[in-house]
């Protein structure tokens, strides 16, 4: 069994910030890339930030130059530094990954979710 277990979420004002946290746990061999994505109410879910095992970084538009991915492969996490949030961040974020457990073929899992309101 995979499990996403997610965190930091919550309310926050306008200019604040966040730090989300994803790790992968249970039984597994390998994790790929890793990736948050959000949706908000009424809006189709959307990429905020990738990473990939060796560390190479990709960005949704919206968050370009704001947010910054990271992760530590020896603990099996990934963090979404969230610095300047705006209200049109609001929405909730979801942790991805692509994992291989023993024996059989990579597969994309998602975290539980975790919601972030920026509001005044």
């Known amino acids: 069994q995979v499990q996403l277990v997610e965190s930091g979420g919550g309310l926050v004002q306008p200019g604040g910030s966040l730090r989300l946290s994803c790790e992968v746990t249970?039984?597994?061999?390998?994790?790929?890339?890793m990736a948050w994505y959000r949706q908000a109410p009424g809006n189709r879910r959307e990429l905020v930030a990738r990473i990939t095992h060796s560390g190479s970084e990709t960005y949704g538009s919206s968050v370009k130059g704001r947010f910054t991915i990271y992760r530590d492969n020896a603990k099996n996490t990934v963090t979404l530094q969230m610095p300047i949030l705006k209200p049109e961040d609001t929405a909730v974020y979801y942790c991805?990954?692509?994992?291989?457990?023993?024996?059989?073929?990579?597969?994309?899992?998602w975290g539980q979710g975790t919601q972030v309101t920026v509001s005044s």
């Open positions: 249970g039984n597994f061999v390998a994790i790929n890339n």
């Open positions: 991805n990954a692509d994992v291989k457990r023993n024996g059989e073929v990579w597969m994309n899992y």
